[in-house]
Nanobody, 116 residues
Framework: VQLQASGGGSVQVGESLRLACAAS????????VSWHRQAPGKERELVAR???????RYNEAVTGRFTISRDIRKNEVYLTMNSLKPEDTGVYYC???????????WGQGTLVTVSS
């Protein structure tokens, strides 16, 4: 399984970004997929999660601003981030957990920097 994240960049407060995660070797429809982030000096945290049962979970800090979505045909997962804040700065990782085996896979991370 390989996950390729893209779409990070440097933006100003209030602007938007859309991250993409292209998956190969596993279906984003049939497995648990999520976005995580790690800010400088902090532990990695869950940002948004999409379960095979179509349940969505968001970190409270991003609720109402971020949206996780997926394109089954392209086998990609997206994170649309609006109204970005400096505290959203960090490296964003996509994650896939296989339902049957429980194995977890991580993408390489994409850096998001929000400046005031």
């Amino acid at each position: 399984v390989q996950l390729q994240a893209s779409g990070g960049g440097s933006v100003q407060v209030g602007e938007s970004l859309r991250l993409a995660c292209a998956a190969s070797g596993a279906s984003v429809r049939a497995n648990d997929v999520s976005w995580h982030r790690q800010a400088p000096g902090k532990e990695r945290e869950l940002v948004a999660r999409f379960t095979p049962g179509n349940e969505i979970r968001y970190n409270e800090a991003v609720t109402g601003r971020f949206t996780i979505s997926r394109d089954i045909r392209k086998n990609e997962v997206y994170l649309t981030m609006n109204s970005l804040k400096p505290e959203d700065t960090g490296v964003y990782y996509c994650n896939l957990r296989r339902g049957a085996s429980g194995l977890i896979y991580w993408g390489q991370g994409t850096l998001v920097t929000v400046s005031s």
